[in-house]
Protein backbone atom coordinates (compact mmCIF):
# COMPACT_ATOMS: atom_id res chain seq x y z
CA UNK A 1 0.00 0.00 0.00
CA UNK A 2 1.27 3.17 -1.14
CA UNK A 3 2.08 4.92 2.24
CA UNK A 4 -0.44 8.09 1.91
CA UNK A 5 -3.52 6.02 1.35
CA UNK A 6 -3.96 5.58 4.65
CA UNK A 7 -3.44 9.10 5.91
CA UNK A 8 -5.67 10.64 3.31
CA UNK A 9 -9.14 11.58 3.88
CA UNK A 10 -11.63 8.99 2.52
CA UNK A 11 -15.54 8.98 1.88
CA UNK A 12 -17.45 5.90 1.90
CA UNK A 13 -21.00 5.66 0.85
CA UNK A 14 -21.69 2.24 1.17
CA UNK A 15 -20.82 0.19 4.05
CA UNK A 16 -23.40 -2.55 5.55
CA UNK A 17 -23.27 -2.56 9.47
CA UNK A 18 -24.19 -6.15 9.63
CA UNK A 19 -21.73 -7.15 6.98
CA UNK A 20 -18.68 -4.84 9.07
CA UNK A 21 -18.47 -6.75 12.36
CA UNK A 22 -15.29 -7.16 14.00
CA UNK A 23 -15.01 -10.79 14.33
CA UNK A 24 -13.84 -10.02 18.01
CA UNK A 25 -17.15 -8.32 18.64
CA UNK A 26 -18.83 -11.11 16.54
CA UNK A 27 -17.65 -13.63 19.28
CA UNK A 28 -17.88 -12.27 22.51
CA UNK A 29 -21.87 -10.89 21.45
CA UNK A 30 -22.56 -14.45 20.84
CA UNK A 31 -20.65 -15.61 24.18
CA UNK A 32 -22.89 -12.49 26.35
CA UNK A 33 -26.08 -14.03 24.77
CA UNK A 34 -25.42 -17.57 24.63
CA UNK A 35 -25.68 -17.97 20.97
CA UNK A 36 -24.60 -21.00 20.30
CA UNK A 37 -24.35 -21.42 16.50
CA UNK A 38 -21.15 -20.02 15.39
CA UNK A 39 -19.18 -22.18 13.81
CA UNK A 40 -16.04 -21.25 15.86
CA UNK A 41 -15.12 -19.12 19.05
CA UNK A 42 -11.67 -18.72 17.40
CA UNK A 43 -10.99 -15.41 15.85
CA UNK A 44 -8.77 -16.83 13.12
CA UNK A 45 -11.30 -19.96 12.45
CA UNK A 46 -14.48 -17.89 12.28
CA UNK A 47 -12.84 -15.04 10.27
CA UNK A 48 -11.48 -17.87 7.65
CA UNK A 49 -14.76 -19.64 7.60
CA UNK A 50 -17.04 -16.25 7.04
CA UNK A 51 -14.91 -15.27 3.92
CA UNK A 52 -15.55 -15.96 0.55
CA UNK A 53 -13.45 -19.27 -0.92
CA UNK A 54 -13.15 -19.92 -4.20
CA UNK A 55 -15.79 -21.95 -4.73
CA UNK A 56 -18.57 -20.11 -3.05
CA UNK A 57 -18.94 -16.39 -3.94
CA UNK A 58 -20.09 -13.78 -1.20
CA UNK A 59 -23.80 -13.81 -2.64
CA UNK A 60 -24.02 -17.21 -1.53
CA UNK A 61 -22.54 -16.91 1.72
CA UNK A 62 -25.98 -15.96 3.95
CA UNK A 63 -24.71 -17.96 6.85
CA UNK A 64 -22.25 -15.79 7.57
CA UNK A 65 -25.06 -12.84 7.99
CA UNK A 66 -27.39 -15.04 10.06
CA UNK A 67 -24.84 -14.96 12.52
CA UNK A 68 -24.11 -11.38 12.14
CA UNK A 69 -27.58 -10.38 12.48
CA UNK A 70 -28.39 -13.38 14.76
CA UNK A 71 -25.94 -11.64 18.04
CA UNK A 72 -27.28 -8.33 16.70
CA UNK A 73 -30.76 -8.20 18.11
CA UNK A 74 -30.35 -6.14 20.92
CA UNK A 75 -30.14 -2.24 21.81
CA UNK A 76 -26.64 -2.70 23.49
CA UNK A 77 -25.20 -4.86 20.68
CA UNK A 78 -26.51 -2.41 17.85
CA UNK A 79 -24.90 0.81 19.60
CA UNK A 80 -21.93 -1.32 20.24
CA UNK A 81 -21.57 -2.10 16.64
CA UNK A 82 -22.36 0.78 15.16
CA UNK A 83 -19.95 2.87 17.52
CA UNK A 84 -17.18 0.19 16.81
CA UNK A 85 -17.85 0.37 12.98
CA UNK A 86 -17.10 4.32 13.16
CA UNK A 87 -13.93 3.75 15.72
CA UNK A 88 -12.50 1.40 12.62
CA UNK A 89 -13.33 3.60 10.13
CA UNK A 90 -12.18 6.82 11.71
CA UNK A 91 -8.89 4.86 12.37
CA UNK A 92 -8.57 4.07 9.16
CA UNK A 93 -8.69 7.82 7.99
CA UNK A 94 -12.54 7.97 7.10
CA UNK A 95 -13.53 11.43 7.38
CA UNK A 96 -17.13 11.05 5.95
CA UNK A 97 -19.25 7.49 6.36
CA UNK A 98 -23.10 6.29 5.58
CA UNK A 99 -23.89 3.25 7.57
CA UNK A 100 -26.93 1.10 6.13
CA UNK A 101 -28.79 -1.71 7.05
CA UNK A 102 -31.65 -3.23 7.29
CA UNK A 103 -33.94 -2.45 10.38
CA UNK A 104 -36.67 -5.57 9.99
CA UNK A 105 -34.21 -7.96 10.50
CA UNK A 106 -33.22 -7.23 13.78
CA UNK A 107 -36.78 -7.96 15.05
CA UNK A 108 -36.18 -11.58 15.87
CA UNK A 109 -36.57 -10.79 19.89
CA UNK A 110 -37.87 -8.01 21.85
CA UNK A 111 -36.77 -5.23 20.03
CA UNK A 112 -40.15 -3.15 18.03
CA UNK A 113 -38.62 -1.87 14.09
CA UNK A 114 -38.04 1.62 15.73
CA UNK A 115 -36.14 0.55 18.77
CA UNK A 116 -33.69 -0.94 16.92
CA UNK A 117 -33.34 2.10 14.03
CA UNK A 118 -33.15 4.40 17.83
CA UNK A 119 -30.16 2.35 18.76
CA UNK A 120 -28.38 2.22 15.75
CA UNK A 121 -28.92 6.49 15.19
CA UNK A 122 -27.72 6.62 18.95
CA UNK A 123 -24.51 5.04 18.22
CA UNK A 124 -24.15 7.55 14.73
CA UNK A 125 -24.31 10.33 17.15
CA UNK A 126 -22.19 9.05 19.81
CA UNK A 127 -19.35 8.02 17.19
CA UNK A 128 -19.72 11.61 15.37
CA UNK A 129 -19.17 13.43 19.01
CA UNK A 130 -16.61 10.75 20.00
CA UNK A 131 -14.84 10.56 16.91
CA UNK A 132 -15.15 13.98 14.81
CA UNK A 133 -16.26 11.76 11.93
CA UNK A 134 -19.37 12.64 10.02
CA UNK A 135 -21.56 10.03 9.43
CA UNK A 136 -25.60 8.54 9.00
CA UNK A 137 -27.35 5.95 8.98
CA UNK A 138 -29.67 4.51 5.65
CA UNK A 139 -32.14 2.17 6.11
CA UNK A 140 -32.91 -0.90 4.00
CA UNK A 141 -35.82 -3.00 2.39
CA UNK A 142 -35.03 -5.92 1.01
CA UNK A 143 -36.00 -6.67 -2.43
CA UNK A 144 -37.21 -10.62 -1.72
CA UNK A 145 -39.21 -9.66 1.52
CA UNK A 146 -42.69 -7.27 1.07
CA UNK A 147 -41.98 -4.90 4.04
CA UNK A 148 -40.29 -2.14 2.18
CA UNK A 149 -43.00 0.63 2.49
CA UNK A 150 -43.04 -0.15 6.53
CA UNK A 151 -38.81 0.64 5.79
CA UNK A 152 -39.81 3.91 3.79
CA UNK A 153 -42.22 4.62 7.15
CA UNK A 154 -39.44 4.02 9.52
CA UNK A 155 -37.28 6.66 7.44
CA UNK A 156 -40.05 9.52 8.13
CA UNK A 157 -40.65 8.91 11.36
CA UNK A 158 -37.01 8.83 12.21
CA UNK A 159 -35.75 12.45 10.76
CA UNK A 160 -32.12 11.17 11.63
CA UNK A 161 -32.58 8.41 9.29
CA UNK A 162 -30.52 9.97 5.88
CA UNK A 163 -31.63 7.56 3.09
CA UNK A 164 -33.65 4.07 1.87
CA UNK A 165 -32.10 1.69 0.31
CA UNK A 166 -33.60 -2.13 -1.75
CA UNK A 167 -30.86 -4.59 -0.96
CA UNK A 168 -31.21 -8.29 -1.29
CA UNK A 169 -31.10 -10.16 -4.45
CA UNK A 170 -31.98 -8.84 -7.89
CA UNK A 171 -32.25 -11.37 -10.23
CA UNK A 172 -35.99 -12.12 -10.08
CA UNK A 173 -36.77 -9.78 -7.53
CA UNK A 174 -37.30 -6.16 -9.56
CA UNK A 175 -37.17 -2.71 -7.73
CA UNK A 176 -40.48 -2.03 -9.29
CA UNK A 177 -42.09 -4.84 -7.06
CA UNK A 178 -41.14 -1.64 -4.44
CA UNK A 179 -43.37 0.70 -6.22
CA UNK A 180 -45.40 1.79 -3.49
CA UNK A 181 -42.29 2.27 -0.98
CA UNK A 182 -40.03 4.43 -3.62
CA UNK A 183 -43.25 6.47 -4.24
CA UNK A 184 -43.57 7.46 -1.06
CA UNK A 185 -39.57 8.10 -0.08
CA UNK A 186 -40.05 10.44 -2.82
CA UNK A 187 -43.22 12.30 -1.71
CA UNK A 188 -41.32 12.60 1.32
CA UNK A 189 -38.21 13.68 0.03
CA UNK A 190 -36.02 10.61 1.97
CA UNK A 191 -33.58 10.33 -0.83
CA UNK A 192 -33.37 7.09 -2.18
CA UNK A 193 -30.25 4.70 -3.51
CA UNK A 194 -31.48 1.14 -4.51
CA UNK A 195 -28.71 -1.47 -5.06
CA UNK A 196 -28.12 -2.34 -8.85
CA UNK A 197 -25.55 -4.57 -10.27
CA UNK A 198 -26.76 -7.59 -12.19
CA UNK A 199 -30.26 -6.97 -14.15
CA UNK A 200 -27.99 -4.33 -16.30
CA UNK A 201 -29.18 -2.46 -18.42
CA UNK A 202 -33.11 -3.15 -16.59
CA UNK A 203 -31.88 -2.52 -13.36
CA UNK A 204 -30.18 0.58 -14.22
CA UNK A 205 -33.29 1.89 -15.86
CA UNK A 206 -36.00 0.77 -13.07
CA UNK A 207 -33.37 2.26 -10.44
CA UNK A 208 -32.35 5.53 -12.01
CA UNK A 209 -35.40 6.59 -14.63
CA UNK A 210 -38.71 4.81 -12.75
CA UNK A 211 -37.71 4.74 -9.37
CA UNK A 212 -35.85 7.92 -9.31
CA UNK A 213 -33.07 7.43 -6.98
CA UNK A 214 -30.24 9.21 -6.27
CA UNK A 215 -27.45 6.82 -6.68
CA UNK A 216 -26.80 3.63 -7.52
CA UNK A 217 -25.74 0.56 -5.09
CA UNK A 218 -22.76 -0.88 -7.10
CA UNK A 219 -23.56 0.06 -11.20
CA UNK A 220 -20.09 -1.48 -12.41
CA UNK A 221 -22.05 -3.44 -14.91
CA UNK A 222 -23.10 -0.17 -16.33
CA UNK A 223 -19.44 -0.16 -18.76
CA UNK A 224 -21.57 -2.72 -20.42
CA UNK A 225 -24.18 -0.11 -21.91
CA UNK A 226 -21.77 2.53 -23.45
CA UNK A 227 -19.03 2.48 -26.33
CA UNK A 228 -16.30 4.07 -27.52
CA UNK A 229 -15.89 4.58 -31.40
CA UNK A 230 -13.00 6.50 -32.47
CA UNK A 231 -13.12 8.74 -28.61
CA UNK A 232 -16.58 9.39 -29.06
CA UNK A 233 -18.55 7.99 -25.96
CA UNK A 234 -21.78 6.62 -27.36
CA UNK A 235 -24.59 5.23 -25.19
CA UNK A 236 -26.72 2.29 -25.45
CA UNK A 237 -29.65 3.21 -23.66
CA UNK A 238 -31.40 5.80 -21.94
CA UNK A 239 -30.71 5.17 -18.64
CA UNK A 240 -26.81 4.72 -19.00
CA UNK A 241 -26.61 8.42 -20.94
CA UNK A 242 -28.79 9.66 -18.17
CA UNK A 243 -26.74 8.64 -15.25
CA UNK A 244 -23.12 9.39 -17.32
CA UNK A 245 -25.02 13.26 -17.92
CA UNK A 246 -26.58 13.55 -14.72
CA UNK A 247 -23.56 12.10 -13.01
CA UNK A 248 -25.68 10.63 -10.73
CA UNK A 249 -22.86 8.92 -8.16
CA UNK A 250 -21.93 4.89 -8.91
CA UNK A 251 -21.56 3.30 -5.30
CA UNK A 252 -18.75 1.07 -6.76
CA UNK A 253 -17.32 -1.53 -4.49
CA UNK A 254 -14.53 -3.73 -6.47
CA UNK A 255 -13.52 -6.63 -3.54
CA UNK A 256 -17.26 -7.54 -3.21
CA UNK A 257 -18.00 -7.46 -7.24
CA UNK A 258 -15.07 -9.62 -7.59
CA UNK A 259 -16.19 -12.24 -4.76
CA UNK A 260 -19.35 -12.14 -5.93
CA UNK A 261 -18.04 -13.09 -9.51
CA UNK A 262 -18.77 -9.87 -11.54
CA UNK A 263 -15.02 -9.21 -12.49
CA UNK A 264 -11.80 -12.07 -12.09
CA UNK A 265 -9.73 -9.25 -10.86
CA UNK A 266 -9.31 -5.30 -9.85
CA UNK A 267 -7.49 -4.59 -12.71
CA UNK A 268 -10.35 -6.32 -14.82
CA UNK A 269 -12.62 -4.03 -12.84
CA UNK A 270 -14.46 -1.54 -14.92
CA UNK A 271 -13.58 1.12 -12.32
CA UNK A 272 -10.71 2.70 -13.83
CA UNK A 273 -12.79 2.57 -17.25
CA UNK A 274 -15.42 4.57 -16.11
CA UNK A 275 -13.45 7.06 -13.88
CA UNK A 276 -11.60 8.11 -16.86
CA UNK A 277 -15.00 8.23 -19.41
CA UNK A 278 -16.26 10.37 -16.37
CA UNK A 279 -18.59 8.44 -14.68
CA UNK A 280 -19.44 9.97 -10.98
CA UNK A 281 -17.11 6.88 -9.32
CA UNK A 282 -16.89 6.63 -5.75
CA UNK A 283 -14.82 3.68 -3.83
CA UNK A 284 -16.69 1.62 -1.04
CA UNK A 285 -16.32 -1.22 1.09
CA UNK A 286 -19.75 -3.03 0.77
CA UNK A 287 -19.01 -5.35 3.51
CA UNK A 288 -15.75 -4.88 5.82
CA UNK A 289 -15.94 -7.86 7.67
CA UNK A 290 -17.19 -10.90 5.11
CA UNK A 291 -14.77 -9.08 2.46
CA UNK A 292 -12.19 -8.30 4.89
CA UNK A 293 -11.43 -5.31 3.26
CA UNK A 294 -11.18 -1.90 4.96
CA UNK A 295 -11.42 1.20 3.02
CA UNK A 296 -7.53 2.01 3.15
CA UNK A 297 -7.57 -1.54 1.46
CA UNK A 298 -10.00 -0.35 -1.42
CA UNK A 299 -8.39 2.30 -1.91
CA UNK A 300 -4.76 1.40 -2.60
CA UNK A 301 -6.10 -1.66 -4.49
CA UNK A 302 -7.78 0.94 -7.22
CA UNK A 303 -4.79 3.01 -7.24
CA UNK A 304 -2.42 0.77 -7.64
CA UNK A 305 -4.92 -1.23 -10.52
CA UNK A 306 -5.37 2.38 -12.70
CA UNK A 307 -2.56 3.87 -11.73
CA UNK A 308 -3.90 6.76 -9.50
CA UNK A 309 -2.64 9.58 -7.54
CA UNK A 310 -3.37 11.30 -4.63
CA UNK A 311 -5.57 14.13 -6.76
CA UNK A 312 -7.69 11.29 -8.15
CA UNK A 313 -8.27 10.20 -4.73
CA UNK A 314 -8.98 13.89 -3.38
CA UNK A 315 -11.36 14.67 -6.28
CA UNK A 316 -12.93 11.16 -6.07
CA UNK A 317 -13.52 11.78 -2.11
CA UNK A 318 -14.95 15.76 -2.87
CA UNK A 319 -17.47 13.62 -4.99
CA UNK A 320 -18.31 11.07 -2.72
CA UNK A 321 -19.00 13.92 0.31
CA UNK A 322 -20.73 16.30 -2.55
CA UNK A 323 -23.33 12.90 -3.34
CA UNK A 324 -23.44 12.09 0.46
CA UNK A 325 -26.86 12.31 2.01
CA UNK A 326 -26.01 14.15 5.37
CA UNK A 327 -27.00 17.50 6.15
CA UNK A 328 -24.80 19.32 3.69
CA UNK A 329 -24.15 21.80 6.97
CA UNK A 330 -22.32 19.35 8.33
CA UNK A 331 -20.96 17.75 5.07
CA UNK A 332 -19.52 21.43 4.16
CA UNK A 333 -17.31 21.19 7.19
CA UNK A 334 -15.29 18.62 4.73
CA UNK A 335 -15.40 20.12 1.02
ZN1 LIG B 1 -24.45 -3.52 -0.66
Redo the contacts with the bound molecule.
Keep these: MKSWVKEIPKAVL???LD?GLRVSTLIELAKQQGYEDLPSKDEVELKAWIQPKPNQTLALNLEAWAHTIGVMQDKDSLYRVTMEALEDLYNDGVVYAEL?FAPLVHCQKDLSPSDVVNAVVNGVKDGMDKYGIVSGVIL?GMRQENNSESVVELCIKHDDVIGF?L?GPEIGFSVLNHKNACKKALENDIAMTL?ADWEVPEGINEVILQSKAKRI??GSQIINDVEIKNNNLSFKNKAAKYVFQNKIPL?I?PT?NIQCGAFDSIPNHSFGELYKLGFNVTI?T??RLMSDVSMSEEVSNVVDAFDLNQEDIKLITKNTIEAGFVDLKLRKKLL
Design positions: HDHGRCDAHGHECSNDN
